[in-house]
């Protein structure tokens, strides 16, 4: 039985876990720009920086995530985790829903992040802050569950 | 200032549609990974994948709520509307962490 992207999973791996390390430092760095945007601080190249990094790396993070989920399904959750560690396959459901609202939530704080003109109204930034400031979270939460679940089972391993 | 708008609507979009496809199991696309094949179904088979499908219903929603918000001349305040989205993201979370505590 032949599983799409199989052939490349560890590698496709390393890629996601390379990019998103630099999803999680770029998002943090686009919120922490946000609230010193939203406090009157002088943000907004920061903003404007971190505004195509951030998104950037949390799409190309979720493609290459896309990408090893058929491998995941089959070879780690259906092989091994539903019977040895069914929490983990709970916890793994629930980072995939996380992602994607991270993947909203980063996209829409980005593109109103740059959209901010200087200096920027009060209510406009706290709006991004708090965008991004959610999206950030969601994204360290999805990350910390990967790491968890790639610690007990890794995609491309038997 | 409509970019912040379209933003706030998108996400608001995207959290609804999100939550909807997959507590409701409307028909989406699904790939199943055993057969290679994808179809559009409500009741997938056990291994089939929904995510895609799921994300790509939720995505749609987004992009169509900014491109109608970026075209209106809607005066709701910017903090009512980044309440809504947040309150929505907020639900599917809590929606998503309720089945993770029932089922653990």
């Known amino acids: 039985m032949k599983v799409l992207f199989e052939g490349g999973a560890r590698t496709l791996l390393i890629l996601h876990a390379v990019v998103g390390f630099t999803a999680v430092f ?8 946000a609230f010193a945007c939203a406090m009157r601080r002088p943000a907004q190249r920061q903003l404007k920086r971190f505004g195509w990094m951030a998104p950037a790396s949390v799409v190309l993070q979720a493609l290459f995530g896309l990408a090893l989920y058929p491998t995941y399904r089959v070879r780690v ?3 091994d985790l539903e019977r040895t560690a069914p929490g983990a396959v709970q916890l793994f459901d629930c980072k995939e829903h996380l992602s994607a609202l991270a993947l909203a939530l980063v996209v829409a704080a980005a593109l109103a992040g740059r959209a901010l003109p ?3 109204p009060a209510a406009e930034a706290r709006s991004v802050a708090a965008l991004s400031g959610c999206g950030a979270t969601l994204v360290w939460a999805a990350a910390v569950i990967g790491l968890y679940v790639t610690a007990r089972h890794p995609v ?3 | 200032m ?10 608001s979009a995207f959290g609804v549609a999100y939550l909807v496809a997959g507590a409701l199991r409307l028909p989406t696309l699904v790939y199943d990974p055993v057969a290679h094949a994808t179809r559009f179904t409500a009741n997938p088979p056990l291994l089939s994948i929904r995510y895609y499908g799921d994300l790509l219903w939720a995505c749609g929603a987004g992009v169509c709520a900014a491109a109608l918000a970026s075209r209106s001349r809607g005066s709701r305040p910017v903090s009512a509307l980044t309440g809504a989205a947040l309150s929505l993201v907020a639900l599917d979370v809590a929606f998503y962490l309720s089945r993770l505590f029932a089922r653990v």
């Open chain 2, 2 to 11: 409509r970019e912040i708008r379209a933003a706030l609507w998108a996400v």
């Open chain 1, 26 to 33: 770029t998002v943090t760095h686009h919120a922490v720009s």
């Open chain 1, 156 to 158: 491309g391993i038997p």
């Open chain 1, 118 to 120: 200087s200096p920027a």
């Open chain 1, 77 to 79: 959750r259906l092989a």
